[in-house]
């Protein structure tokens, strides 16, 4: 699996109900979270609320081997967790537009990771 994060920026004054609806779906819609991740090819996904003088922005990390699928199963499945998740997290708190557009996938610039006390650097750009 590959890594994949992004930012996008909460609407002002929705953090309240979007860590609401971040509760709700850690509790009484885990189940449905985890089988859309797993239809959606999503391995593991980590979310962070970062607070700049810009604004509100949710900071994701994904482990999946394809992004733009991911991308395009939470904005056009009608699974009943995913419309949910699209109208609540996507719409409501992020400002997204129904049937919009997938965003354009991000360039990976860096990759360091350390590994038996050796330092490694990957450029991302070599293949």
């Not at 779906?25 to 607070?51: D, M, P, Y």
């Not at 991308?71 to 997204?96: A, N, T, V």
Request: glycine fraction near 6%; include cysteine; hydrophobic fraction near 35%.
């Amino acid at each position: 699996m590959k890594s994949y994060a992004f930012a996008m920026p909460l609407l002002p004054g929705k953090i309240e109900a979007w860590k609401k609806y971040i509760q709700e779906i850690k509790t009484q819609r885990l189940n449905k979270f985890n089988a859309s991740h797993e239809k959606c090819g999503l391995s593991q996904e980590q979310v962070w609320l970062q607070n700049t003088p810009m604004g509100d922005f949710v900071v994701v990390h994904w482990e999946t081997d394809n992004p733009r699928t991911v991308f395009e199963h939470f904005m056009k499945s009608d699974e009943p967790y995913d419309k949910w998740f699209r109208e609540k997290i996507l719409m409501e708190c992020h400002g997204l537009k129904p049937g919009g557009s997938i965003p354009p996938i991000n360039e990976q610039i860096l990759d360091y990771r350390s590994a038996v006390g050796e330092k490694v650097y990957t450029d991302s750009h070599k293949k």
